[in-house]
């Protein structure tokens, strides 16, 4: 059974940082892109970065220079490090998980991010 459970989000001051953490089980994790995707309210959700194997990374505009998605193959965990934080960067945070021998994907629950002074 695929399992994505998502850490450290939180309150944060605008300009501040957060690191999220998605830890991975049941799945072959380098058979697998990993990525963030966001939804404020109201609002659908939206692709944040995303990460394969090798280490190659796409990030949506309004974030590049600022949040930066890595990967530890070994711990089976991706990271989503947040920088120069701004309020309209609220919202819950999901891990996303895609590939596998037979395709399929998967989420995490989410994690809220609220920047606010």
């Known amino acids: 059974q695929v399992q994505l459970v998502e850490s450290g989000g939180g309150l944060v001051q605008p300009g501040g940082s957060l690191r999220l953490s998605c830890a991975a089980s049941?799945?072959?994790?380098?058979?697998?892109?990993m990525g963030w995707y966001r939804q404020a309210p109201g609002k659908q959700r939206e692709l944040v970065a995303t990460?394969?194997?090798?280490?190659?990374?796409y990030y949506t505009d309004s974030v590049k220079g600022r949040f930066t998605i890595s990967r530890d193959n070994a711990k089976n965990t991706v990271y989503l490090q947040m920088n120069s934080l701004k309020p309209e960067d609220t919202a819950i945070y999901y891990c996303?998980?895609?590939?596998?021998?037979?395709?399929?994907?998967?989420w995490g629950r989410g994690t809220q991010v609220t920047v606010s002074s």
């Open positions: 996303h998980a895609r590939g596998g021998e037979i395709y399929r994907e998967s």
């Open positions: 990460i394969v194997y090798g280490g190659s990374t």
């Open positions: 049941g799945i072959i994790f380098s058979l697998y892109t």
